[in-house]
């Protein structure tokens, strides 16, 4: 998110002790996850470009991935749910999973340009029901009910911090390379 680091999910979000405690209750499939840092230049656009050009290409160079779609999940929280939902519905090709945590792209989505929702295997949307960005979330969900397009609405109540985060992933994860 927006003010946070590549740090934020394990020092606040405590992500790795989520997804090892899911993956030992047998609730969450192995995966690899890499946290990056968001501000690639001042739009995120630029990130985009890094993430697509670089980051992903660098990781199934380095790692044992699966290196397709149907394996690769991207998801963010606040300016990283934007994020995950333009470049990650930008790019149904490389992503069948797209999840936004109290997204700031809701502020702006289009239904009418978002057929790639159509395409993915997930697309899972939460926000805590005092968050400010609560309001635009809502109507995102509710637009995509009107056109008919498959999603997972989380609200929960709180506001745009951690505590809402940290259940947030704790409900996306398991849903995470199902199909």
């Not at 934020?8 to 192995?30: E, H, M, S, Y």
């Not at 690639?40 to 290409?57: C, H, Q, S, Y």
């Not at 506001?159 to 947030?168: A, F, G, K, P």
């Amino acid at each position: 998110g927006a003010g946070e680091s590549e740090r934020g999910w394990v020092a606040q979000g405590r992500a790795n002790f989520i997804l090892d405690n899911l993956l030992a209750a047998g609730k969450a499939k192995p995966m690899i996850v890499v946290m990056d840092n968001g501000y690639a230049g001042k739009t995120n656009e630029l990130f985009g470009e890094v993430l697509l050009g670089d980051l992903i290409p660098e990781i199934d160079r380095h790692y044992r991935t699966r290196a397709d779609r149907k394996h690769r999940a991207l998801a963010g929280l606040s300016m990283g749910g934007g994020q995950a939902m333009q470049i990650g519905l930008g790019h149904p090709e490389m992503f069948a999973y797209v999840g936004s945590l109290s997204g700031a792209g809701a502020r702006n989505f289009d239904v009418a340009k978002m057929a790639a929702v159509k395409q993915l295997a997930l697309f899972w949307v939460g926000c805590g029901t005092e968050d400010f960005l609560y309001p635009a979330n809502l109507k995102m969900h509710e637009a995509l009910d009107q056109a008919g397009l498959k999603h997972v609405w989380f609200p929960s109540p709180g506001l745009h911090d951690w505590q809402v985060w940290r259940l947030h992933l704790h409900e996306l994860a398991p849903k995470l390379f199902r199909e």
